[in-house]
């Protein structure tokens, strides 16, 4: 069995309970997609009660995609008490490089906790490592996209500076500690016609970080090539129906992926 | 036909409007089993919309899931203005006994609001009833499961004390007013692996007590009954096929559910 | 091809950014029906990054679904940049007639912001209008249902003074700019027992006049005729499943529908 289906398997061993700051778009699929694996989802956004739940949670997962003031200094708040009591921090700068609330707070945030994983779209990765971002909205822009060796770099040198796993999902996943990057081929493009299967990514690497804390490397590759094959599953069985019934068969792939299927699938190249 | 058949029907007749204060996780599926059963949902937080609604409505659901400091007063005040006005209020305590904001927050909302129903998981009613709650985030522990006997005598302690129907959902419901108790052994483990399947029950509870609000036991009891009976439906129908099916099928089967099927397939004690 | 097909078809080729404020219950449907007709929705409603977000949208739409004071200054300061900027607002006054503060703020948004079109159901669009509206929370009344004929006439007087198009959805849809009145009688009775419908229409209607800012009228047809034709082929299909099927159908429906299945299906009256 390859390492990272094994690290996939122990969050049905380990349940990490997966504490959500979050948006309110994609919130349930987040939820859905951390209990499918064998994880246990909260969501706790107001101070008092985010300090509380973090302090027992496995890991912290920050989501920016419905930014507000009430939340970003829970946001910090929240990332610095895990960071003290060594419970990995999972960020998704949603809309990083889009507007000025977004970029300060993905500065802010990256700079003031220690985080285990950064996932975004190579837009958003691109706004994190100092390069221009075209992004438009929420969505990666294709210029950003047409310059994936740029980012490529660019993600590495921001893994190396920060300590972070950093992942960009689109076509190809890259995940990079700075040191070791592997590429993650899985994956179909409807995925990209599915709100939230950024953010469920995110939620994955939440609870691949949550079971297996001493290997977020690893941990990040894992959640990645779930959603990958699961994409795959769901194409296959209901690609055709159209983006409803897809969605459906997401939440079943990801309900009943295991550790043969994850040996048996996976596409990657580590360079 | 039992009496709790007739209940449930009465849901379809009356079309109660159910007003929610409840959190961003679940929402839209508490929404959606609301119409499924013939239910008219609105979800009004802000403090003048949620007072206006609140007295047009035939029922108000309160529900701690995503708790923050604006909602909670909105809770009180709401919760009064039903009380004053005959309107029978559900609470469900999502998470009472993870942190202190929502312990204080169950405290005040059973101390100063007249409760129809309480509907939470058993670490949840343990925490409302004095007991040690070991809850986990926002699921039920399993050191608590184990001890279903001594929940149950103090939910009756607590439906005694306070004059609320006290409901603990789990493998097996168990609904008191502390002089009847009635347990529910409908349902599927499944129903676990989804969001949301706790909230959707109070939900359901709101809509049988608006539509029969002098009969608020069996009330609670049609309510659970009705997703014990659609969880096994949907199980039937699509729990081999994964979460994302199986979650389609307990909709569907909501939606479909009527005074027949409940009487056929009921499976209950009266204790 | 019709007119209005060719202008559904825009959507694809133009991939519209279209910037919601809008409610926490049917955000996600919002989100997933931009994305399955070309649109790219982003949600902001944080006073500075809604500004910076409506800047480069093309369109924005106003949903007080779950109204509350923190947004409603940032639903009012969004549609004045987008007033400024030509870009087309939508408005969705969902519960208008049901509540003081709802009221005011359907008022406020009309008298403030220019609304290139405003879409509800017929008691909502009666309030607007200046009818009396017998609302129940925020599904419309039978007895307002009944009287259509009067709420045409008020839908067109609006049009007539606000220069917006006004929609009212329900079994026919009306659509008119006080000068033109179309009748749209596509659609099935099973898309009022899913929540959401109504305000994906508003994001439909949203993608539309993203693309097509210069034709609103016509924009405001070919969405409510995608919707409606949507919800005819998911009850083809799925209707005698149930709602959680007849949903996923319906997210079908809408990712594969295009100007020739419009062309084919479309029923429609100009008047």
């Given at each position: 069995m390859n390492k990272y289906a094994d690290l996939f398997q122990n969050v049905r061993a380990v349940k990490p309970l997966v504490h959500h700051i979050t948006n309110y778009v994609t919130v349930n699929d987040c939820a859905n997609v951390t209990i499918a694996v064998g994880g246990s989802p909260v969501m706790a956004d107001e101070m008092t009660d985010a300090l509380d739940i973090v302090s027992i949670a496995s890991a912290l997962v920050l989501n920016m995609g419905t930014l507000n003031e009430r939340t970003i200094p829970v946001m910090l708040a929240a990332?610095?008490?895990?960071?003290?009591?060594?419970?990995?921090?999972?960020?998704?700068?949603?809309?990083?490089?889009?507007?000025?609330?977004?970029?300060?707070?993905?500065?802010?945030?990256?700079?003031?906790?220690?985080?285990?994983?950064?996932?975004?779209?190579?837009?958003?990765?691109?706004?994190?490592?100092?390069?221009?971002?075209?992004?438009?909205?929420?969505?990666?822009?294709?210029?950003?996209?047409?310059?994936?060796?740029?980012?490529?770099?660019?993600?590495?040198?921001?893994?190396?500076?920060?300590?972070?796993?950093?992942?960009?999902?689109?076509?190809?996943?890259?995940?990079?500690?700075?040191?070791?990057?592997?590429?993650?081929?899985?994956?179909?493009?409807?995925?990209?016609?599915?709100?939230?299967?950024?953010?469920?990514?995110?939620?994955?690497?939440?609870?691949?970080?949550?079971?297996?804390?001493?290997?977020?490397?690893?941990?990040?590759?894992?959640?990645?090539?779930?959603?990958?094959?699961?994409g795959e599953i769901a194409h296959e069985k209901a690609g055709h129906l159209g983006g409803g019934s897809f969605r459906a068969a997401l939440h079943d792939a990801m309900s009943r992926m295991n550790a043969p299927t994850l040996e048996r699938r996976a596409k990657y190249d580590e360079a």
């Open positions: 990332g610095k008490v895990a960071n003290a009591k060594g419970i990995p921090v999972v960020f998704d700068p949603v809309g990083a490089g889009a507007s000025k609330l977004r970029n300060e707070t993905a500065a802010r945030l990256s700079g003031e906790v220690v985080l285990a994983a950064v996932r975004g779209n190579i837009s958003e990765i691109r706004f994190l490592a100092g390069l221009r971002s075209r992004t438009k909205g929420v969505d990666a822009s294709d210029a950003d996209i047409a310059d994936a060796g740029e980012a490529k770099r660019a993600a590495k040198s921001l893994a190396e500076r920060t300590g972070s796993v950093v992942a960009i999902t689109g076509a190809t996943d890259i995940i990079t500690n700075g040191k070791n990057t592997v590429s993650v081929s899985n994956g179909v493009a409807m995925l990209g016609s599915l709100t939230g299967t950024g953010c469920m990514c995110s939620s994955l690497i939440g609870c691949c970080l949550g079971a297996n804390p001493d290997r977020p490397f690893e941990s990040v590759v894992a959640a990645l090539l779930s959603m990958g094959i699961a």
